[in-house]
């Protein structure tokens, strides 16, 4: 199917695990961008690339590592989940950037017990 | 410090009559505007967009205006429709090669029947 998905939709993890959350695109895009929604904060940006092998720092990058070795993926780990981290995670691609359209997928919502 | 602030959290309008929302933003350097809606359990989707030379851009029943003096962001919605009950996120892109978008808190409108 052509679009954005996230795997999982749903994870429960434990401080200090590492958990890695998937996002594919079929659009071959060449931007992708991950955010986290809280509750009180609207969409954050965590890390963004613009094209593979190229990632760079959003506003809350802290705690997070992100690669993109192909254009169609853009994984994002957490190395050491703390609590803090609970939220709800989008993945996003784009054609030209933040200043036209971008494709959410569905969110994968973390919780760091 | 907010860059983006979407001041009512909430809205309730009647079917058919006009919704309203609002953003205000701080730098008068930002270069374009996008509006995202969301549902619940879903990924924002794009709406529209207007960049920083416009003063207005319409699509349908939704236009979105741009007063650069006042620093000041709306999204008419003409007639509103129960589908349209969503959260609405109004973002801002710097421009000048950034690839950042900066979310407001969102206003979820609720389009009563």
């Known amino acids: 199917d052509a679009g954005i998905t996230q795997s999982p939709r749903y994870k429960i993890t434990e401080t200090g695990r590492q958990v890695t959350l998937m996002c594919h695109q079929t659009w071959s895009h060449s931007y992708m961008f991950w955010y986290r929604q809280d509750l009180g904060h609207g969409l954050r940006l965590i890390y963004y690339?613009?094209?593979?092998?190229?990632?760079d720092k959003g506003e809350v990058p802290d705690g997070y590592v992100v690669s993109r070795s192909k254009t169609e993926n853009f994984p994002l780990t957490l190395e050491s989940a703390t609590r803090s981290q609970t939220s709800v995670y989008f993945c996003a691609s784009s054609e030209q950037g933040a200043n036209t359209e971008a494709f959410f997928g569905q969110g994968t919502r973390l919780t760091v017990v | 410090d907010q860059q983006v602030k979407q001041n009512s959290p909430s809205l309730s309008v009647q079917e058919g009559r006009i919704s309203i929302l609002n953003c205000d933003y701080t730098n008068s350097m930002f270069d374009y505007f996008l509006w995202y809606k969301k549902y619940p359990a879903e990924g924002p989707t794009f709406l529209i967009s207007i960049s920083s030379i416009k003063d207005k851009n319409e699509d349908g029943r939704f236009t979105v205006f741009l007063n650069k003096s006042a620093k000041h962001l709306s999204l008419h919605i003409v007639p509103s429709q129960p589908g349209d009950s969503a959260v609405y996120f109004c973002a801002v892109e710097p421009g000048a090669g950034s690839y950042q978008l900066t979310f407001g808190k969102g206003t979820k409108l609720s389009v009563i029947p």
């Open positions: 690339s613009a094209a593979a092998d190229i990632t």
